[in-house]
């Protein structure tokens, strides 16, 4: 059986999507990873293996192939383990074809089946908005981060069952909602502001980039 499933990859500050393409047919019990995954991405058939028998589920005795498209891109990071495992278990009919339209998914798992949180949920969710995606599915330490996007319901997850239960109808994941204007105080008044500098504009990229990055930044100035 034939499943795509929605991811995404981020190269920097930029976010692109990915569909992780999942296939199973006769022959053989191999787990195969096609379409230029780096090697944390190679890594992800052991944790997959050992994260759905560990939630209870069967995995495939069967001819696993999976494509990261497009294939001309090279994919990293941890973040393919979900929608990897969500594909798997879809092709296995645990999880309906249909619940899967319009969603998004994004995180690494433990061989227990729970979920670790990944880098690049900003711009991946972001991105997904921009796609039209209604629904994104990510780990739960992510989730206020990925809720800063307006538009999409973001549902933060703990383990692999919970996906699985979440898009079978048989339980309930309440989308997480956050006050923006509290979180950036936008009532608080400042005395000075970057809108007053006129030019700069690298040494304002500049510090722009720090302060997303959380870096330090020695000032040097002379009068």
Not at 158 to 173: A, H, M, Q, W
Not at 198 to 206: E, L, P, V
Request: aromatic share 8%.
């Amino acid at each position: 059986m034939f499943v795509k499933v929605i991811s995404m990859s981020v190269i920097g500050m930029e976010s692109y999507p990915v569909f992780v393409e999942v296939d199973i047919s006769q022959g053989l019990p191999q787990f195969a990873t096609v379409g230029l995954p780096d090697a944390s991405v190679k890594e992800s058939r052991d944790r997959i293996k050992a994260a759905i028998k560990n939630s209870g589920y069967r995995f495939p005795r069967s001819h696993v192939t999976i494509n990261l498209a497009p294939a001309d891109v090279k994919k990293e990071g941890t973040g393919f383990d979900l929608p990897i495992a969500v594909g798997i278990l879809a092709a296995e009919e645990l999880i309906k074809e249909a619940a899967l339209e319009n969603c998004f998914f994004i995180g690494e798992l433990s061989l227990d089946g729970s979920i670790k949180g990944v880098s690049g949920i900003l711009p991946a969710a972001f991105k997904a908005k921009e796609m039209g995606i209604k629904s994104i599915f990510v780990p739960e330490e992510n989730a206020a981060e990925a809720a800063m996007v307006k538009g999409i319901n973001v549902f933060p997850v703990k383990t692999l069952p919970d996906v699985v239960e979440f898009l079978g109808g048989r339980s309930n994941i309440e989308p997480v909602s956050l006050d923006i204007n509290q979180i950036f105080q936008k009532t608080r008044k400042y005395d000075v502001d970057f809108n007053e500098i006129k030019g700069q504009k690298q040494a304002m990229r500049a510090l722009e980039i720090a302060a997303a990055g959380g870096h330090n930044v020695i000032i040097l100035c002379t009068v």
